[in-house]
């Protein structure tokens, strides 16, 4: 591997192996996401708790401080919407000069299995990875499987995640699912990391899944309205850090949750 494509690398995953990728992506599909609305303030209070930010180029250039010390995962896939006929039919939406000018450590884009889209998405995934390996940028899949793969199942999991890393893939994430994770992890021969999907109803819950996740390979989450769709953003951003850097267990991660959000920690 190359000095460019190791150094950004290691820029977001951290010296302990570990990761914490905070997306605030959502906009590209959905618009003025809840919680979204000002992406700037939203990130106020946690982005220096984060290993990298994971957004678009629109977000990052009207939303977000040139002077932060902050890796980005610059996300270059779209031009699809909720309102449309079919998600999964994305394009490619930014340049790799782009990705370039805006100084990003990373590329994402979503890789969509079982659906119509099926083809596009990956076609793209490789023309987005020739592309990129050029200029030692290591892409991200965000793998999704759709239609009767919907359900969040080991074996679908680990199709997406496998077929990813096998285009060129850098970089994995991937739901988690609570039986056979392990499988999704351990077909896949480039790190995963795990998506927190729509806001749980107990943050305990977001804490035993990314726990258990990580017990089972995963370096770490790309996790975003589990944390700050939540009434305390700080206080859940704090404590899942602690459990992908410090191996906090889910009850030590609730303890520190409660803490922060008391002001005592
Ligand atoms: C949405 C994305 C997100 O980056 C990914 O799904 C993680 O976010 P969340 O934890 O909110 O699911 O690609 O477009």
Redesign the pocket.
């Given at each position: 591997m190359e000095w460019g494509m190791k150094n950004r690398l290691s820029q977001l995953i951290q010296k302990d192996g570990k990761a914490l990728f905070l997306?605030i992506?959502?906009g590209?599909?959905q618009g003025p996401t809840h919680g979204l609305e000002k992406p700037g303030e939203t990130i106020k209070p946690i982005w220096q708790y984060a290993d990298a930010l994971?957004l678009t180029r629109g977000v990052l250039r009207n939303c977000i401080d040139p002077t932060i010390q902050k890796p980005v995962i610059l996300?270059v896939s779209g031009a699809v919407s909720v309102v449309g006929e079919d998600l999964a039919n994305e394009s490619i939406v930014t340049s790799v000069k782009e990705v370039i000018r805006l100084n990003a450590a990373a590329v994402s884009m979503?890789v969509f299995v079982g659906t119509k889209g099926e083809n596009k998405s990956l076609t793209n995934l490789g023309k987005l990875v020739d592309e990129c390996e050029d200029y030692g940028i290591p892409v991200m899949a965000?793998t999704s499987v759709g239609r009767e793969l919907e359900k969040r199942e080991a074996r679908y999991l680990a199709l997406v995640a496998r077929i990813s890393a096998e285009i060129g893939a850098r970089v994995v994430?991937t739901y988690y699912c609570k039986d056979n994770f392990e499988k999704v992890v351990d077909g896949c021969p480039v790190p995963v990391v795990i998506?927190?999907?729509p806001k749980t109803e107990t943050q305990r819950e977001v804490f035993d899944f990314v726990y258990d996740g990580m017990q089972k390979g995963a370096i770490g989450v790309?996790?975003?309205?589990?944390i700050w769709q939540t009434e305390y953003p700080l206080a859940s951003m704090r404590a899942i850090r602690a459990i992908v850097h410090e191996s906090f267990t889910p009850k030590e991660a609730e303890d520190l949750f409660e803490q922060v959000k008391a002001g005592k920690a």
């Open positions: 997306p992506d959502h590209y599909f994971m996300r979503s965000v994430k998506a927190g999907g790309n996790l975003g309205r589990n």
